[in-house]
């Protein structure tokens, strides 16, 4: 859970609300093939069938989210496809996604890191 303070209360928005979002919007950045598992959790979830989620099987595959001072911090495991340009495809997705987050929860982002893991041809 990450929770916002505010003038009105107090707003708590769950992990997996944020890793959907998060990781529909980078799969749907131009040169993105796919996420990547970032963590050992994420690959025992993988691999094990009954630890995954019946309705999002992967929806926090490639995906962490700290809250950190009250920013949102993100780690993004991706693979890109061959020939692109890397840097732009990291500029794009850490745009993006900053946006996207921002625009949503109200949240202000402090850092998106995104570790390409591997390329396909």
């Keep these: 859970m990450v929770v916002s303070n505010n003038h009105l209360g107090s707003i708590s928005i769950s992990k997996q609300f944020f890793t959907t ?7 749907g950045c131009f040169g993105v093939v796919g996420m990547n598992s970032g963590s050992p959790w994420q690959n025992a979830v993988e691999f094990l069938p009954l630890l995954r989620s019946k309705k999002q099987p992967y929806a926090d595959k490639g995906v962490t989210v700290k809250a950190i001072d009250g920013m949102i911090h993100i780690d993004l495991h991706i693979t890109v496809s061959y020939g692109v340009n890397v840097s732009s495809v990291v500029k794009s997705i850490q745009h993006k996604v900053t946006y996207v987050v921002e625009e949503q929860t109200g949240m202000k982002v402090g850092r998106v890191n995104v570790f390409i893991d591997a390329i396909k041809s």
């Excluded at 979002?21 to 799969?27: D, F, N, Q, R, Y």
Aim: no cysteine.
């Design 21 to 27: 979002l998060i990781g529909g919007t980078a799969t």
